[in-house]
């Protein structure tokens, strides 16, 4: 964050974006941001924060007065006890939160900075977008306001999701339940005079694909389930409250019975592998080799 102070006037530039990652999976994190901010000038403003499959993006600019305040909280299987004092990287959850208030006037900004620098006005109507993607369900939400005059608005959004399997290293267990916990939101209380729009589009993968290259699956089918789209352009109010949870539950027995060479021991996981023994080259498929000649040659 950079800010260039004058007399009468505030420049202010803002980036923010917490990655989770995109090449490796197994990244952890717990990233806390607050800001707050008052003044005149010019502001532009880019943040994204993204946990692999929750992403965040709250992006803004213009020139006049301009009042922030906002608290951005994502975490990536990571939680920190406060009692121990110690973090918890086993959790298997992932959540972003954003709260976030805004009260903006446009007007056309000069900026002079002592007797070498001198600049234009700045004439940028303002605009302001928040936009949430939970690829879990998958479902995204945005609210943007754009080539806007006065603006106060305030957003509460979140992202959350968690994966819990019964213990697949116990050996006992003959099944397997798998449960996924999704939710996402997008509260909005907005008064503005320029342009707005407000839109949700829910999908439902079926896991089957629609698209075949000789004969070959290269696409899941999704289906529209929510489609919300909505433009406005004037002077309005509106209050929105946007959510959507979901459960998602499987059960997988596991094999009774060990093929060997085809890709049975081998293709298994290794937590369902680890607990089983056997005899090298019956059940782990390092299939035994036609010999040579006979052990015990027969004698005529």
Known sequence: MKYLVGALSLLVIMTSGALGDVTASNSKFIFNMNQSIQGNGFFNSYGNTNTYDLQMSNNGHGSGSYNYES????????????NSQTYDYDTRERQITLNESVDYAFAPTAMSFGKSFHSGAFNSLGKESTSIKNYGEPISMIAGFDSIKTLSKTVFANLYRKNTTTDATDAQLTELDYTDIL??????????????????????DTGNSNRFVVGRPIARNLLTENLID?????????????????????????DDWLPCCSGGFASMNPSDAKPFKSAKGIFDCTCSKVPDKAQFPRVY
């Open 230 to 254: 909505e433009d406005f352009v004037g002077t309005y109010k509106i209050t929105k409250k946007m959510s959507q949870e979901s459960t998602y539950k499987r059960h997988q027995e596991r």
């Open 71 to 82: 608290k951005v909280f994502a975490m990536k299987e990571a939680k920190y006890n406060d």
């Open 183 to 204: 939710k996402t939101r997008l509260d909005v209380d907005a008064a503005f005079s320029g342009k707005g729009h407000i839109g949700v589009l829910g999908m439902e």
